[in-house]
């Protein structure tokens, strides 16, 4: 695997940021984005076709707040219950809910050097998390993902919510440990959620590369699936549903997209599978591993996420970091250092 330059691209990011997001904006930064385009999410190619989906409300710009206006790392409470970890940004009960650990895998990133995983894997070997998240918001229940699917209900449970009660589910990509929990018996699981994508991932894994279990799931769901357009961060990201806007985080797979959720000071990102192995890749954002479709274009897309991230002070979480799963990132020499939420 060919690595990618890391600190010409660290140098562009940094003075990118540095001037789009001063405490002066620039005029561009004060101009209204391109409104984020949402579609009706066409009729997979199903057995059972889905009735279109409805777009969306017309979103409306949401700039970001400089660095200046940035807030300290919000104070977070952790507690440890049956693979749950709550933490507390502004309005947000934010619930990183772990529905699968295992012994992690060094062959899925072969572009890790020898010295490299000495320096940062124990001997003792690591853990791999898969992991789905809960929102709770006033008058929200908002998922991100539902993971395989295995411990779904029983983590709504123990939190006292319903499937029911679910009222929006933002898809980060359509990989099975991601969709696994939207239907129980062929059923959608969550009757009463609007189901939010990208339409490049939609499109990919609905018509290019149909895949059954992402067509069947959103088969179900039919004209509760809502799909958009995503912007790469930067000073201005657009509002899909009001406090939540995606950011294209591609390379993973064709729409992978990441969320920036909350308002104002109070906001974190939860950004799916921008990694796999935190250990090595927050210190080596340049390496990508083989689940990554377009492993060039995840290591750009991990640092961007990642610079953005440091850069406001936004806590950052992940779909396969380890309980807690959220932290805070900042720049360390060519990669950056992660420091879980506690």
Do not use: W
Not at 119 to 128: D, E, L, R, T, V
Not at 135 to 152: E, R
Not at 193 to 221: C, I, M, Q, S
């Amino acid at each position: 695997m060919k690595k990618l330059p890391i600190l010409i691209l660290t140098i562009f990011t940094v003075l990118f940021f540095a001037v789009s997001c001063g405490s002066t904006p620039a005029a561009s930064d004060e101009s209204p984005a391109p409104a984020a385009t949402t579609t009706p999410a066409s009729t997979p190619p199903a057995s059972t076709p889905a009735t279109p989906a409805p777009a969306a409300t017309t979103p409306t710009p949401a700039p970001e707040p400089t660095p200046k206006q940035a807030a300290p790392v919000p104070a977070a409470l952790i507690s440890q219950n049956n693979g749950i970890s709550t933490s507390k940004v502004g309005q947000y009960e934010v619930y990183m809910l772990v529905d699968a650990e295992r012994d992690g895998n060094l062959g899925i990133i072969p572009g890790a050097s020898d010295a490299i995983v000495k320096q940062y894997i124990p001997a003792s070997g690591f853990k791999h998390s898969t992991n789905f998240s809960l929102i709770k918001a006033p008058g929200q229940n908002i998922l991100v993902d539902t993971g395989f699917g295995n411990t779904i209900i029983d983590k709504l449970d123990k939190l006292g919510v319903k499937p029911e009660q679910i009222n929006t589910i933002f898809l980060t990509h359509l990989h099975g440990d991601h969709i696994g929990g939207l239907l129980k018996d062929g059923q959608p699981l969550f009757p009463n959620a609007k189901v939010y994508l990208n339409n490049k991932e939609y499109d990919y894994f609905t018509k290019t590369a149909p895949d059954k279990g992402a067509v069947a799931a959103l088969g179900a769901y039919g004209s509760n699936v809502i799909t958009f357009d995503a912007l790469p961060p930067g000073p201005i990201l657009n509002e899909i549903v009001p406090g939540v806007c995606p950011i294209a985080c591609y390379g993973h797979t064709p729409g992978h997209t990441a969320y920036l959720i909350g308002k104002g000071r109070d906001r974190f990102i939860i950004a799916g599978d921008f990694l796999h192995i935190a250990l090595i890749q927050f210190p080596h954002p340049e390496i990508s591993t083989t689940y990554d479709m377009d492993q060039s274009a995840a290591a750009a897309s991990r640092v961007q996420i990642l610079h953005y991230a440091a850069l406001h002070n936004y806590p950052i979480a992940g779909m396969h970091i380890v309980y807690p799963a959220i932290g805070t990132v900042k720049a360390d020499g060519n990669g950056f250092k992660f420091t879980p939420l506690k």
